[in-house]
């Protein structure tokens, strides 16, 4: 857990009749991270010829994202990969895929401009609307109609039999009809139509016998009908519409399992060529490489060696083989357990640590909850917070691991929360039941009593202090480990964060407590401080010398010349001016701890006196408003801090823990698989 | 200074979280690469502009996706003005005018076809802006009237009427409503101009440059027109060039119009600041046309630059409104114009040319 999966490097040698074989036991089992081979000795390029695949996966990859496009349309997101089988890989036409696509796409095309024609006759439709309403009554549009506006409007008769052909032949034309009065066998109607369908309306007009009439006085309100007569149909042309975006699901979701078959096809295919593009090849033979963690090892070895019947050679290697300069390259799989998720995201969100180094992720998760609870400790706000993450992660049903991995952070916050909230007996800004550590409502508002370790503001900044000091000092442990680990001896004694570097923070940290503990006015004695902060100090000077040692054995070429002493004393003084102010400004930040709890104490003190003075009473007394604002201010402080603890405390992880021992320069494991790994 | 800060720090950290979701040229690539317009469309869906792609589901109709962003682009101006006050406000109204003159200008367009040519706009009317931005146009009564002087009627209440009582014997006389849209083009310009009079001395000097910029790609843009639609010569078409532009004044156009080395005319000014540049200069053109679109490719790439510029300098000045509004409206236009390619079935390599 504190480290990452050991890694082994197979080089393999298979004939060149067996590739395809190997090929596919390769992504059936989905652990090599392949690289170049060239990567490992950089002559052999010269020796063998990288393998162009048939068909590049970059081809495939594009017809694969067509596909994913009609599947969002269904909302179907093809799911991890584990649904793919390798043994029903099959050879992959895709022009003729891509033909069938065509075809599909056409087909969906076609329906979408059947949309789009019924959306120009929405659109005509309330034009006509809109030209309706600019008029007070049928009368003033009759009159506009024949100056202004498009619309033509008439009032009219023909024979009641005819009524129904009449409303039939009408129907293709964008047209408003109402009747009004039926006498003598005829019905009287007001007819509305655009000006530019004139030729084809007054041929209707003539096939059906219409008389032109005078609207009668009393129809003049006729409006309110037209405009309802206008909604109908706005509303039947909307709903073809919806019937249309309906006809495009079911139309996919008719082809849907051939869709997906030919994705499932396309995607083992893809992998497969993504494969093959790592391979180098010989006149008879192929070459690959690629690192996997060593569990894994027997079973990729015992899988190749039965697809090619024994006929390959392998060559294992471990990491520790690869010398500094590439270590780099050997990609990193972290083993955390699971509920550990959340803050291996934080993590990889920095930076992949590099590989043989220590993973921060058990000590991120201790810190992180540390710090979020001492800032925003509150059982009742943690708890809010509790639920809401566990039923966020719970409904999220999206495969993006990002959103649940925040979701299930926020629980572990709450969690934090809640613990710290105890602690300090502090429930919604109230206080239900007795602190189990100090009170930090009362140390705020100045009621608290005087017996407990913690008396006041300056107690708390003082246990933040103390916290951060601890912080540095585990970042200053690890930071010894991955050294030893790596066996740079000459870092683990001179890095800022060395040995000699933690001596010097050791001893201000004493120097300064010596300090504060004789009321301000006392430190050390002299040759307790020579010794405790004047010696590292002393053996830092040994430093620049003995790093041009280093570099000169290296480099023979490398000069000792009149300024090189100016140079190493100038990189001393630098260097102690460095580890001096950026220790004490490393520590004096996790005062913002102590910050950010005492904002989120005062918030609460500040919504319980607005709630009392709403109330009307000094005795303490509420009214309604009261809990409103008190409702209201706890989901504010519940926001506001709940967010800013989070950075804070991802800021001080980021640069006050991390930069004491991060060495973020790796690479995540990243094997072609069927499948994605976290 | 301290002004400065309180001024445009909020507005500043808003338009950089903006301007980070600006869809990323590797996107663009792929809309371009996809076979068809629902494909294109797909892409956007999980982008700022899903809004499009459901109105294009529901609707099949590209116009009112692009309708819908010209809405989306005026809101954003109006809610950038509530963080904003003093005569930076008066800055990004006289700004947001823009939209207002080319709402307008649409609606004269329209009038213009069926009243005085006498053809049907029934099927363009749907897609016009009827919002209120910052006077009441009433585009319905303006292009449903018969004559220029009920259209004058029509915008009476607004400073617009006075530019068409200008330009009418002009608009007759050409058969054409340009002389009113580059009139209103003026006078988009000269209100920009007189509100930068107002801003501080760093905020009046980098809003020049940019509106400077935008002036000569606008004069190039009329240039290209007139010479392609309208036949006008090159006296004619420099009587409309809006003055105050950066690096293309009246001597530089009848170079362009005259000279094959389009060096001429922007030698000097890519030389000395924008080097990076110099490689285009190297084109060059016997045909006028190509000229001109060459000059507004130069002209377009400076116009980034001084983006990049102002993003990457003194972050509190009026720079970042500037550089996020052009971002925008490139991210727009880009869209819009990869939307419409697939629509019409262009082949990859013409949608790349034209972008």
Known sequence: ?678 | MAGQLRTYAFINAKLRTRISKILSDELMDQMIRVQTLPEAMHLLKDTPFALIESIYSQTGDLKMGELELFKKEVDLHIELERYLQGNILNFVRALSTRFEIDSLKNALRLWFDRSIRGRSIEEAVGYLYRDKIHYNLNVDSIIYTENIEHVINALQATPYAQIIINNTDRTMEAKSIFPIEIALDHYFYRQLLNETESLESRDCEITRRMIGVEIDMQNINWLIRFKSFYNLSLEESIQHMIPEGYSIDRDAVSSAYTSQNITDILSGIVRKKYSSLQTMLTAQSSESYSRLILIERILEQIMMYEVRHVLAGYPFTIGIILAYFILKQNEIKKIMTVLNAKYYNLPEERIKSVL
């Open chain 1, 1 to 678: 857990m504190i480290f990452t999966a050991r890694m082994k490097q197979l080089v393999a040698v298979v004939l060149d009749s067996d590739v395809d074989r190997v090929t596919k036991e390769l992504l059936r089992q989905g652990v090599l991270h392949f690289v170049s081979i060239s990567e490992i000795q950089r002559d052999w390029k010269n020796k063998v010829n990288i393998v162009t695949p048939e068909i590049s996966e970059a081809q495939i990859g594009e017809i694969r994202k067509r596909i994913e496009s009609f599947f969002g349309l269904l909302k179907y997101y093809p799911g991890s990969g584990r649904e793919l089988d390798v043994s029903r890989l099959k050879a992959v036409d895709l022009d003729q895929t891509n033909k069938t696509l065509d075809k599909l796409s056409l087909r969906l095309q076609g329906i979408r401009n059947r949309q789009s024609i019924l959306q120009k006759e929405i659109l005509k439709l309330e034009d006509i609307r809109r030209q309706m309403e600019l008029f007070g009554d049928i009368s003033a549009g009759i009159q506009a109609g024949s100056q202004y506006s498009f619309l033509n409007i008439q009032t009219g008769s023909i024979q009641s039999s005819r009524l129904e052909g009449f409303t039939t032949a009408l129907k293709i034309i964008p047209s408003v009809q109402l009747s009004f009065q039926e006498e003598d066998n005829r019905t009287n109607l007001l007819l509305i139509t655009m000006k530019r369908d004139d030729k084809q309306v007054n041929t209707v007009l003539d096939q059906y016998g219409w008389t032109d009439v005078e609207l009668p006085k009393e129809k003049l309100s006729l409006k309110e009908e037209v405009m309802n007569d206008l909604e109908i149909k706005l509303n039947k042309f909307r709903s073809e519409q919806d019937k249309l975006n309906v006809e495009v699901r079911d139309l996919l979701e008719k082809e849907l399992d051939s869709l997906k078959e030919m994705w499932s096809n396309l995607r083992l295919n893809e992998l497969f060529y993504k494969i093959q593009s790592f391979f180098s090849k010989t006149s008879r033979t192929m070459i690959f490489s690629g690192w996997l963690p060593e569990s894994r090892r027997k079973a990729l070895e015992q899988g190749l060696r039965r697809v090619t019947g024994g006929r390959c050679y392998f060559e294992w290697h471990d990491a520790q083989e690869v010398d500094d300069d590439r270590i780099k390259a050997v990609p990193v799989q972290f083993k955390n357990p699971k509920f550990l998720a959340p803050f291996q995201m934080l993590v990889k969100n920095y930076s992949i640590p590099e590989y043989g180094t220590v993973d921060p992720t058990p000590l991120v998760a201790i810190a992180y909850l540390l710090m979020f609870g001492l800032m925003f400790g509150d059982a009742g706000h943690g708890a809010v917070l509790f639920i809401l993450g566990l039923i966020a992660s719970l409904v999220d049903k999206s495969k993006k691991e990002g959103r649940h991995n925040l979701f299930r952070l926020i629980t572990w916050c709450g969690g934090a929360a809640i613990v710290t909230g105890i602690l300090f007996g502090s429930y919604f800004g109230m206080q239900w039941f007795k602190p189990l550590w100090f009170d930090y409502h009362g140390i705020i508002t100045g009621h608290a009593s005087h017996s407990g370790y913690v008396k006041d503001v300056y107690g708390i900044l003082v246990i933040t202090i103390y916290f951060g000091i601890s912080v540095i000092a585990v970042g200053l442990l690890i930071n010894w480990i991955n050294h030893i680990a790596r066996r740079h001896w000459f870092k683990l004694l001179f890095d800022k964060g060395g040995l000699i570097g933690a001596w010097i923070y050791g001893a201000g940290v004493y120097t300064a407590w010596y300090f504060v503990n004789h009321s301000y006015k006392e430190m050390p004695g002299a040759n307790l401080l020579f010794l405790i902060l004047g010696l590292p100090v002393i053996l830092f000077m040994l430093k620049p010398p003995l790093e041009f040692l280093i570099d000169k054995r290296k480099d023979p070429g490398k000069k000792f010349t009149l300024l090189t002493p100016v140079d190493f004393f100038m990189e001393w003084i630098v260097e102690m001016l460095e580890i001096s102010s950026g220790y004490l400004a490393n520590t004096l930040s996790f005062m913002r701890v102590a910050g950010l709890g005492i904002a989120h104490v005062s918030l609460m003190i500040a919504f319980f006196e607005i709630a009392g003075m709403v109330g009307g009473s000094t005795s303490g007394s509420y009214n309604i408003w009261s809990y409103i604002i008190l409702i209201f201010g706890n989901a504010l402080v519940i926001a506001l801090e709940g967010l800013t603890a989070g950075i804070q405390s991802l800021r001080l992880n980021y640069y006050e823990f991390f930069s004491k021992y991060f060495i973020g320069s790796g690479r995540a494991y990243e094997p072609v698989s069927l499948y994605k790994r976290s």
